[in-house]
T-cell receptor, first 119, second 109 residues
């Protein structure tokens, strides 16, 4: 399958600072990437859809000014958590959309995740 | 209310037992994917089912897509401790994936 990387894998920061997380598609180009948030032992919650060359589309309840997304190239999307607070501590996962073999469907391949802890 | 209902939420079984995880929805999906996730890692794609009624096998895992493309099941035969993890179903609606709540599977040796 397609390989997606994330950096950093974990980060600890002080309250009020900003943190940038990178998501890269390593062996393919991804016009669409997705950012998810996951709490312990729970499923993934979609935060936003990142589109190369255009503004991200945010899910209801997700603050776009708090979670800045930039998809500057076909292989890189970044998520910046601005003015982080302890309640932003979570596991953030990105995915990249890949067209299926016969183009009739799309699959998403996920990065390894980034554990953010805000003190 | 979850758009994609996944059950059971938790499953603790002995090595060698069989199990089935179900995902049900009132929505029709263009495809449905099953993922397995281990703690601290991202989900890993196991299979994608596309056609109504489709059955796919991956070693001891059997995946089925309902005829109406609204539901799916994952059956594991002779479970092993290495099967332990979080199993997630995800239905494709447009460009997005709708995830089930997940099934935490623990296989005891």
């Amino acid at each position: 399958g397609a390989v997606v990387s994330q950096h950093p894998s974990w980060v600890i920061c002080k309250s009020g600072t900003s943190v940038k997380i990178e998501c890269r598609s390593l062996d393919f180009q991804a016009t669409t990437m997705f950012w998810y948030r996951q709490f312990p032992k729970q499923s993934l919650m979609l935060m936003a859809t990142s589109n190369e060359g255009s503004k991200a589309t945010y899910e209801q309840g997700v603050e776009k000014d708090k979670f800045l997304i930039n998809h500057a190239s076909l292989t890189l999307s970044t998520l910046t958590v601005t003015s982080a607070h302890p309640e932003d501590s979570s596991f953030y996962i990105c995915s990249a959309r890949v067209r299926g073999l016969d183009s009739s469907y799309n699959e998403q391949f996920f990065g390894p995740g980034t554990r953010l802890t805000v003190l | 209310t979850q758009l994609l209902e996944q059950s059971p939420q938790f499953l603790s079984i002995q090595e060698g037992e069989n199990l089935t995880v179900y995902c049900n929805s009132s929505s029709v999906f263009s495809s449905l994917q099953w993922y397995r996730q281990e703690p601290g890692e991202g989900p890993v794609l196991l299979v994608t089912v596309v056609t109504g009624g489709e059955v796919k096998k991956l070693k001891r895992l059997t995946f089925q897509f309902g005829d109406a493309r609204k539901d799916s099941s994952l059956h594991i035969t002779a479970a092993q401790p290495g099967d332990t993890g979080l199993y997630l179903c995800a239905g494709a609606l447009g460009n997005k994936l709708v995830f089930g709540a997940g099934t935490i599977l623990r296989v005891k040796s």
